[in-house]
């Protein structure tokens, strides 16, 4: 049994969607386990992009089935067009390959409405929502009222479900933000369409088949969205996504127990970025953050928003590591920091003359941190085409040396480059 959860160690964007797709040629399922299309992956291969929300980043692989389970909410009408994509280029070909939980929670143009609205209303510093209707999905499906996936097939629950969900979000929309109503007639008959091209993929329980894979000793990868900063419960309240992001959720997203992870993955990059407000010690307002932005491509392929950037953070790295209970790291893009004559670690943080090696535990605190930064000479060499470990220049290797003796956890695979090759091996992660 092999059940290993790739998590994301930062403020979301590290590239678990790269790190998957590498892992999952190796994997017999991929598991998405919470959030929505609020999450971007972005998948490189042959020098083809493709870019993903909501379907697991195992899809490349014809042979690997990838499930969405009920920890996820779903926008019927924006994962047919990633299936529309995926078939137009000649992928999908056996709908058996996708499996969508009955359990999971369907995401509604109402609740896109509700969540833009909200976020427009906002006359202080705003949250940062992606706009995808995430956080009121979410919250219909805490207040028991959500619209599950199950039920676009059963014409008498859709309706009724749908008055009630309407009658709500519409007199929101309408007496509160001063929005447009959402129409049933024409959302119905949407929905009924919908339903009918992604009835191949129904799959009434995930978990049950998750369970089967794991009892098998099939190889599973466990495919979370957003980062640990960015938990619901844990991360930077208020700013953060509505779904707990951490390695943890995949038992309860998935529907297995939390004996069946057998290793959890951490993923971050070699530097930090962050969408959105909320705090960020080691942001870089200036001329060397821009040249990060620039370099690392950092603009959102959810959003499309520039990314704040700043130094590696090893107090938020470590609360990451606590947390997850990550056994294993990968790190991503070392090739964005090639020509830098000098590289920024964050070690620590001061607060009121203390020094703090992981993030406090308040919002309040936490904004007034500033952050230790030592530093390291860095490299000229180019490591994109590089294809072996031994070929990393020096001060590179002295770079990922300093992080694994701060961090003491192993860094086991570095990614030096957008493509599927683009990535070195210390220490496979599958032994067979």
């Known amino acids: 049994?092999?059940?290993?959860?790739?998590?994301?160690?930062?403020?979301?964007?590290?590239?678990?969607?790269?790190?998957?797709?590498?892992?999952?040629?190796?994997?017999?399922?991929?598991?998405?386990?919470?959030?929505?299309?609020?999450?971007?992956?972005?998948?490189?291969?042959?020098?083809?992009?493709?870019?993903?929300?909501?379907?697991?980043?195992?899809?490349?692989?014809?042979?690997?089935?990838?499930?969405?389970?009920?920890?996820?909410?779903?926008?019927?009408?924006?994962?047919?067009?990633?299936?529309?994509?995926?078939?137009?280029?000649?992928?999908?070909?056996?709908?058996?390959?996708?499996?969508?939980?009955?359990?999971?929670?369907?995401?509604?143009?109402?609740?896109?409405?509700?969540?833009?609205?909200?976020?427009?209303?906002?006359?202080?510093?705003?949250i940062g929502t992606t706009g995808k209707g995430i956080g009121p999905a979410y919250e219909d499906r805490a207040a028991r009222r959500a619209l599950l996936f199950g039920d676009l097939f059963d014409r008498a629950t859709l309706r009724a479900k749908l008055e009630l969900h309407l009658r709500e979000k519409n007199h929101l929309l309408q007496s509160l933000y001063q929005a447009e109503p959402v129409g049933i007639e024409s959302l119905m008959a949407q929905i009924e369409q919908a339903a009918g091209e992604l009835a191949p993929y129904r799959c009434r329980d995930t978990g049950f088949i998750i369970n089967r894979a794991l009892k098998a000793n099939k190889r599973v990868l466990f495919e979370g969205a957003q980062?640990?900063?960015?938990?619901?419960?844990?991360?930077?309240?208020?700013?953060?996504?509505?779904?707990?992001?951490?390695?943890?959720?995949?038992?309860?997203?998935?529907?297995?127990?939390?004996?069946?992870?057998?290793?959890?993955?951490?993923?971050?990059?070699?530097?930090?970025?962050?969408?959105g407000s909320g705090p960020f010690p080691t942001e870089l307002n200036n001329e060397t953050g821009e040249r990060l932005r620039t370099l690392g491509h950092e603009f959102g392929s959810t959003t499309g928003r520039s990314r704040r950037c700043g130094w590696l953070d090893l107090p938020a790295l470590r609360y990451a590591i606590r947390l997850n209970g990550i056994t294993n790291l990968a790190l991503m893009k070392l090739d964005v920091l090639t020509g830098f004559e000098k590289i920024g670690v964050c070690t620590g943080y001061r607060l009121d003359g203390e020094l703090l090696t992981e993030p406090p535990p308040t919002q309040s605190d936490f904004v007034?941190?500033?952050?230790?930064?030592?530093?390291?000479?860095?490299?000229?060499?180019?490591?994109?085409?590089?294809?072996?470990?031994?070929?990393?220049?020096?001060?590179?290797?002295?770079?990922?040396?300093?992080?694994?003796?701060?961090?003491?956890?192993?860094?086991?695979?570095?990614?030096?480059?957008?493509?599927?090759e683009q990535t070195l091996w210390v220490k496979p992660l599958f032994n067979n």
Request: aromatic share 6%; net charge neutral.
């Open 1 to 126: 049994m092999a059940g290993i959860v790739v998590v994301g160690a930062q403020w979301g964007d590290e590239g678990k969607g790269k790190l998957v797709d590498v892992f999952a040629s190796k994997a017999d399922m991929v598991v998405r386990y919470q959030g929505g299309a609020n999450a971007g992956h972005t998948l490189v291969v042959n020098g083809q992009k493709t870019v993903l929300h909501l379907i697991p980043s195992g899809i490349l692989h014809p042979e690997t089935v990838c499930a969405i389970t009920s920890g996820v909410v779903i926008d019927v009408f924006g994962i047919l067009d990633e299936i529309k994509r995926l078939k137009a280029a000649g992928l999908l070909a056996n709908p058996r390959q996708l499996l969508i939980s009955d359990g999971a929670t369907v995401l509604l143009p109402s609740h896109k409405a509700l969540d833009a609205a909200r976020e427009a209303s906002l006359s202080g510093e705003k």
């Open 227 to 275: 980062g640990s900063m960015l938990d619901i419960f844990h991360g930077t309240y208020p700013y953060v996504t509505s779904s707990s992001t951490l390695a943890g959720s995949a038992c309860i997203g998935a529907g297995i127990g939390p004996m069946q992870i057998n290793q959890v993955i951490g993923v971050f990059k070699a530097y930090a970025t962050r969408v």
């Open 368 to 420: 007034r941190v500033e952050p230790v930064i030592e530093w390291l000479p860095g490299w000229s060499q180019d490591l994109t085409k590089l294809t072996n470990l031994k070929d990393l220049p020096r001060t590179a290797t002295n770079y990922l040396d300093f992080i694994g003796s701060q961090i003491a956890t192993p860094i086991d695979v570095i990614s030096i480059g957008p493509g599927r």
